[in-house]
């Protein structure tokens, strides 16, 4: 008997710790590249304590580079959307027609209602998108008080996007922040400001994703692959869900909800509708095979993803070096540049923090200076670092802070790399925020100079005799022809 009642209190207790485990899962945490900046931000993963920037060294220059706030579901997945309304429908009357508990479909099934009906565009920067930028330019300005005190000069402040709407948008509602109450345009004290943008086709800085042909040609070809690779996920998942409510949930069903899932929380806030069709585990999962995705697509997953990117590398660097060449110069304050701030896409954000060496480990960085492939990423309960959620959530961003310091001290130029406004470990840098401008000129940007951005996007790489990275097909070669199988 009193066996029986330890037992009992095992389970009891076993019980009350899942119990507690799940009412402690945020899906809003779990969203990969749709997570919402607030969410985010301060995410303890890969941060470090930042270093102690001597208080004699100034900060005389910034560079960022952001994606665009949060965004509304574009024109092609509002259509999936409406067909999914359509689908559960037809799903519900399926379950009333086989006499199907109640209690096993969720209430709120059939009456669903896509948010975004009648909408005929999409992708555009919502309000709380512009809410995300805002407060970023507000917190930029109150954090780098003496790089923001000179009047206004687009020269000075250069901010620039891409041409898509949401990204210029973004600039907009940052440049408001920063230059709030500097001017005299209504009750805010606004003033205006320049934001120019490149043409897409030719944007080799901030769209060179776009701009790199045999990018796009890598992409379109190993798309289906990584749809091979996530699809075990989604068979699993699907049969888990459609056992566990009755109902005859295709993979393609179960695709769209996690899709709606990921809309209804980060963009409304809502959590209690789709996203509890899934189980924490399975939210872990499905979040895994899209970071998958990102990692192969547009991370460390191949070097052609993140070198085509060394334009906007190069473009950094230059800008602090005609900064450093201006405070030598003794140019007089309002003659040259103190921030560059650009606003683009995930795509852009992903490959800049791969050149970066973000999230890596030491060893890890050391394989993609010499082009090697990484390791994919591991499975859930695993933990890993490479997360979109982190990496490029919407308004996410990678701000490089150069600093400098007393004539007497060498060096006298040092770099601060702050991602989501945090100090973050840089390989290059031994694993620091802080360190010397050359050091992070000779471990981080020039390892990546090898290649010029025309041989490696717009060269025959099949052609021994073109420059290109070495180990641009080893990955796939592996991946696609490795006798073992991935283990999902």
């Known amino acids: 008997m009193a066996m029986k009642t330890v037992w009992l209190i095992i389970l009891v207790c076993c019980f009350f710790v899942v119990s507690q485990a799940d009412q402690a899962f945020d899906v809003r ?3 990969s590249t749709v997570t919402r900046y607030s969410v985010s931000k301060d995410v303890t993963q890969n941060l470090i304590e930042g270093s102690k920037v001597p208080s004699e060294c100034t900060p005389i220059h910034l560079n960022l580079v952001a994606r665009h706030g949060t965004r509304s579901p574009t ?6 959307l409406e067909s999914l309304a359509g689908r559960l429908k037809e799903l519900v009357r399926d379950a009333e027609a086989r006499n199907l508990p109640s209690d096993k479909v969720p209430g709120w099934l059939g009456k669903w209602v896509s948010p975004w009906k009648g909408k005929v565009k999409g992708g555009e920067l919502i309000r709380q998108g512009e809410e995300e930028l805002y407060q970023l330019g507000i917190r930029v300005r109150e954090r780098f008080p003496t790089l923001f ?6 020269d000075v402040y250069t901010i620039r996007a891409t041409q898509i709407p949401r990204a210029s948008a973004s600039a907009v509602a940052f440049g408001m922040g920063l230059f709030s109450e500097k001017g005299d345009l209504g009750p805010g004290l606004n003033r205006a400001f320049a934001v120019t943008s490149e ?3 030719s944007d080799t800085k901030l769209r060179f994703f776009e701009c790199c042909q045999n990018y796009k040609s890598y992409r379109k070809a190993k798309e289906p692959a990584v749809d091979k690779l996530k699809e075990p996920v989604l068979n699993k998942i699907t049969a888990s869900v459609a056992k566990r409510h009755g109902l ?6 179960v695709s769209s909800l996690w899709f709606l899932c990921k809309q209804e929380a980060s963009l409304l806030n809502v959590t209690n509708q789709s996203c509890e069709l899934f189980t924490p585990s399975e939210v872990a999962l499905l979040e895994w095979a899209d970071d998958l995705e990102v990692f192969i697509l547009k991370g460390y997953g191949n070097s052609l993803n993140y070198k085509m990117g060394v334009p906007l590398l190069e473009d950094v660097l230059h800008s602090m070096e005609e900064a450093i060449k201006a405070r030598e110069d003794n140019l007089p304050p309002g003659s040259y540049e103190k921030a560059r701030l650009r606003f683009a896409h995930a795509e852009t954000i992903v490959p800049f923090s791969c050149l970066l060496g973000l999230f890596l480990d030491a060893s890890e960085f050391e394989k993609i200076q010499k082009e090697k492939p990484l390791e994919l990423p591991p499975q859930p309960p695993k933990t890993r670092d490479f997360k979109g959620s982190t990496m490029a959530p919407f308004g996410g961003n990678n701000m490089l802070v150069l600093y400098s310091c007393p004539a007497a001290s060498s060096p006298k130029y ?5 991602h989501n406004e945090h100090p973050i470990a840089v390989p290059g840098c031994d694993g620091k925020d802080f360190c010397p401008l050359e050091d992070f000129k000779a ?3 020039t390892p990546h100079l090898k290649h010029a951005f025309n041989n490696l996007c717009n060269a025959n ?5 073109q420059n290109h990275p070495s180990g641009k097909l080893s990955f796939w070669s592996w991946l696609l022809g490795s006798s073992q199988k991935t283990e999902l």
């Open 29 to 31: 945490h779990h969203l």
């Open 75 to 80: 024109k092609k997945r509002l259509r999936e």
């Open 149 to 154: 005190e000179e009047d206004y000069h687009p």
């Open 199 to 201: 043409n897409r086709a």
């Open 248 to 253: 005859s949930f295709t993979k393609q069903d």
């Open 414 to 418: 040092f770099v601060q790399v702050l």
């Open 443 to 445: 471990k981080v940007v």
């Open 461 to 465: 790489l099949d052609d021994p005799k």
